[in-house]
Structures are given as structure tokens and as C-alpha cells.
């Protein structure tokens, strides 16, 4: 099968005991909208029997592709190998422990045939404890809409759908694919947010916890750093080097001309003599490490090919 109307991309790890309910009721749904679709599942270097139960969905049903990957490299990389192999002209990413129901995927796909490129979840009733996920879900979702200028409610959940040619331009590494609808946002592509169901997990152990939510704020600073200035960090470094610099020049001046003008004596005013010299030395350090920025971007846009996955196998009946 070839060029399908829409690719689902699942990633899975540890999750043998959801593979086959999940299957069934993908099978259910997508076949009821009617449209050509693939199944693209990824096993992030599962430890249980994740990739067998694959492989025997595998065998009977040529809609399902295998990528295996060589050991655990997280969402962001098992999403990533599942993009860069998905066909559809429409690409939706969920995750694999039945949390995303099935059932909400004629909402994201009508969605993007209003105009959208991008239709992303919102869990508007979570059913996560509150001070360990719902709270700090919260305040990261706040701090990343206001950073981003994107008014989504909901920026963690995996259960996306994208026009593919949105989704092959955003590149994504470290913890990052949380933030898609940010970092796809300087491409200028319109995105639109659907409520979606909120599952208990029933099954398996989940893969989160508290420290992953503290990575979570880590992220928001990269991500406010490559939306606005990715492209030319020397104005975000540049700056605050230019406004030490001059708090530094200021001083000095200032003290030099009340030394020669007899207001103040050197030696005693070597405290602010030493907190100018500082000012100066680290706002030149931070002009430096702008420029130095400005040609690892240079270098950064002419070389983006390497992968941050590595495939053991893929299992697929493609042509």
C-alpha cells in the first residue's frame, strides 16, 4: 500500500498487554472514516514482549508497519523514526497505553480538513493526580502559551494529527515533541485544538513521573529560545552582553571622572571599581557567545540530517 490518506504513529514501550485492544479499536475506527490509512508502530527498545506482539499484528495485517529501534531513546525519538517513515497525508501521534481513545480521531481529521496543519488534544478533564501532574501540567501550559503567542490549553499530549509537510519540517530532540504546535508555529502553520477523552491507564506501569514534569519548565526555555531566536541568537545574547557592557562602561566612567575631579579616592572604592571591571568583562564574554551562536546556527541549518534514533529493523509490506 501506498500514499495512505492518514498514518498513525504509536509509539510503545513496555506495553505488550495494550497492543492488540489498541489495534482493534484503531481497526474499528478507521475503517468507519472511510479512508486509506497505515498503522506505523515503533518499539523504543521495550524490555517485555512489545515486539512480538507487534510482529503478530504484523503478519495478518499488511496496514501494520514495525519500526524497531535499537534500544530505549524516549518519545521524542521513537515519535521522530515514525514520522520520518509515515506516508499519510495526514499524520496522527498517540500513545500506546489506551489513555488516547481511538474514538476522538474523526475530530482531529475533520479538523484539519476545515484548513488546519495541525490538531492537537486537549485533555480538558485529566484524570492525573493533581499536585504531581495536573497543577504543574497547568502552570507549564500557561507559561508556554504566553511565551509562544499559541493559545492552546493543552501543549503534553502526544495525540496530535499533522499535515505531513508541517510535520517534516519541525525537528525535534531531547523532550521536545510536547512542544510540536510551538516550534512548528514559525512555519507559519494554523493550528486549532480539539477536546479529546482522558483515560485511566488499566493496564502496564506508566513511564512518567515527577522529575519528567520538572524537565518540563528545562523545555519551555529551549523552546522560547528556538521559536524567537534560533535564528539569530547574537540579539538574544547581544543584548544582555551589550546592556552588562554598559552598566560596566558607566561605572568606570563615572568613577573616573569624580577620581580626577577630586569627589572620590581610588582605593577606596575598589568594590565598585572591581563590579565594573566584571560588568565589562562578562557583557564582551556574552557578545562573544553570541557571534559563537551565529555560526553553530549557520552550521546547525546546513547539517540537520543526523537522526536521533537508530533502527534495528522495520517490518513492513510496502511496494
Known amino acids: 500500500m501506498t500514499n495512505p490518506g492518514v498514518s498513525i504513529v504509536v509509539p510503545f514501550y513496555n506495553e505488550e498487554k495494550n497492543i492488540p485492544e489498541l489495534y482493534e479499536k484503531l481497526i474499528e475506527v478507521l475503517d468507519g472514516t472511510g479512508r486509506t490509512y497505515e498503522l506505523v508502530f515503533v518499539n523504543d527498545g521495550s524490555q517485555d514482549n512489545t515486539y512480538g506482539a507487534m510482529s503478530s499484528l504484523q503478519e495478518k495485517d499488511e496496514k501494520v508497519n514495525i519500526i524497531n529501534l535499537r534500544r530505549n531513546y524516549g518519545q521524542t525519538g521513537a515519535l521522530s523514526a515514525g514520522f520520518d517513515f509515515a506516508e499519510g497525508d495526514i499524520i496522527i501521534a498517540m500513545d500506546g497505553d489506551l489513555q488516547h481513545d481511538p474514538e476522538d480521531i474523526p475530530a482531529l481529521l475533520a479538523k484539519i ?6 490538531a492537537s488534544g486537549w485533555r480538558a478533564d485529566r484524570k492525573d493526580p493533581f499536585l504531581t501532574r495536573k497543577l504543574p501540567s497547568r502552570i507549564a501550559n500557561w507559561l508556554m502559551a504566553k511565551l509562544s ?52 491507564r488499566l493496564q502496564g506501569k506508566s513511564n512518567y513521573n515527577l522529575t519528567r514534569t520538572i524537565r518540563v519548565f528545562f523545555d519551555l526555555i529551549t523552546v522560547k529560545f528556538l521559536i524567537s531566536y534560533l535564528g539569530r541568537p547574537l540579539q538574544f545574547f547581544g543584548m544582555a552582553g551589550l546592556g552588562l557592557f554598559m552598566v560596566g562602561f558607566l561605572t568606570a566612567a563615572t568613577m573616573t571622572v569624580m577620581y580626577y575631579t577630586g569627589v572620590i579616592e581610588m582605593k577606596e572604592n575598589l568594590g565598585n571599581l572591581i563590579f565594573a571591571g566584571l560588568m ?19 552550521i546547525y541549518h546546513e547539517a540537520q540530517n543526523k537522526k536521533i534514533y537508530s533502527i534495528r529493523e ?6
Open 149 to 200: 503567542g499559541i493559545p492552546l490549553h493543552d501543549f503534553g499530549t502526544t495525540f496530535k494529527a499533522y499535515k505531513k509537510d508541517i510535520i517534516r519540517n519541525v525537528h525535534i530532540y531531547g523532550e521536545l515533541h510536547r512542544f510540536i504546535p510551538a516550534l512548528a508555529s514559525p512555519y507559519g502553520a494554523k493550528i486549532a485544538e480539539v477536546p479529546i477523552k482522558n483515560i485511566r
Open 314 to 319: 522495520i517490518k513492513t509490506r510496502r511496494e
Open 280 to 298: 565589562l568583562i562578562l557583557g564582551i564574554q556574552l557578545i562573544g557567545i553570541g557571534l559563537s551562536m551565529e555560526v553553530s546556527t549557520r
Open 113 to 118: 480538513d476545515e484548513g488546519y496543519d495541525i
